[in-house]
């Protein structure tokens, strides 16, 4: 064995470490077992104890004995769901209620590793950390040899700071295949990010199946943007992708983008035209021109087969119904329109989401969320929604890292890796309406899985620790330090990262 330990580093940064001296060594007689106080939880555990135990033997190559057991004798990793003799760590934002759900406590002695949670969720976050805690050698695809399988001793309290940690991928300007969304929900998912969000229809393209109006994806899945090829999910690959977000903890939220932004469906369908006529595809890049007709009932036949096929497929509790830049529809219509949509989610039993403008419509009930797209929303707030923080300046991932960058727009400037880092959603949110914060990206110019992989890492880390650190623990010169860690094992993985030079690399 070498006695040379690779560097850890936490990313997002827990709520409380406390370093202790020593370490817990990984031996091919290291058992791992779970238990759980209530029966409801066995299913999840045996699930989660597989996952953890499947890696650290592909890595390792070691036999990893495992099972339901509460003992945690020498040389076991024991996961442990309890209500019972166990408080779980404070978490600081007074708007969750939930924050326990999440919540972990990872204690690391010589002997043992025992992680602790209320919850299945709660153990999942905290495997998170316990990888990060060993060597990069874990990442590994192939048995390592020669490695030092340590884990420092430490005891770590940990909760998020916001119930809504979340990315999006835009897949209609381009389309992305699902074995690409499913690399990323594994990503997503070593940082603690707990919601997906696919914007899955746009003017270029619409690339979810929808049963009852086949033309949609027959007419305009093959189209994106500059001519590139296109694509779609059929409804067995979105339960294949909502199934593998879940099984990381992540909700898949789709998103319908309407009124604007609707050109898609108009080419698919004349009967969506006032003059009864499709429109033709269209592959560029500019916003603004299509609306659906906000006056006609053809029009809310379609939304509502659309959104009923969606909830079929949707197990958690919201639907995105776009609502940005409808330049084409007039400001009564579009309050009407956003009406309508937002009751035909409610009788879906689905909470809508929409952009802004969408909070402006008197429409839209408080109980409805905004995803904010501008520095702040003085209607929302009035109103008392709960809001997304998606500040462009900060949060989108499509922006430039710089003027010179290839890839990537830069209508809401540049975002280099330092802001993408230091943003704090609630300079422009009062922190009891945030639900957290969302990175998307904007799909444009991201034709490949390299353009994704460029965009996304490293900034994408900056925003786990946005949603997940108290304000007051993150640092800029100490993160730099974990990110340079982080991004060794991200190479090692495969993940084709920028190396921003405004992040000192050494
Ligand atoms: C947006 O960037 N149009 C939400």
Redesign the pocket.
Known sequence: MTASASPRALIPLPASVVWNPNAFRLSPQTRIVWCADLPEHAEAMVRITTLLTDRIRTATGFPLPCGENRASDADTILLEVTTADWQSPACSNPARADASSEAYRLTVTEACVRLVATTPEGIFRGIQTLYQLLPAQIDAVEPASDIDWSVPCCVIEDAPVYAWRGMMLDVARHFHPVATVKRLIDQLARFKFNKLHLHLTDDQGWRLEIKSWPALTEVCGPVAVNGDPGGFYTQDDYRELVAYAGSHYIDLIPEIDMPG?TNAALAAYGELNPDGVRRDTYTGIE?GFSSLMCREEATYRFIDDVLREVTALTPGAYLHIGG??AKATTEEDFAYFIGRVCAIAATYGKTPIG??NFELAETVPSSAVL?M?QNESPKAVEKGMKVIA?V?NRA?LDMKYHEDYPLGLAWAGCVPTDVAYGWEPSDHVPKALLLGIEC?L?TETAVTEADIDQLVFPRLLGHAEVGWTPQALRNWPDYQIRLRIMTERLRLQGIRYYADPVVKWD
């Open positions: 932004h916003v940005d830049e952009w802004n995803q797209w998606s462009p989108y998307p904007w």
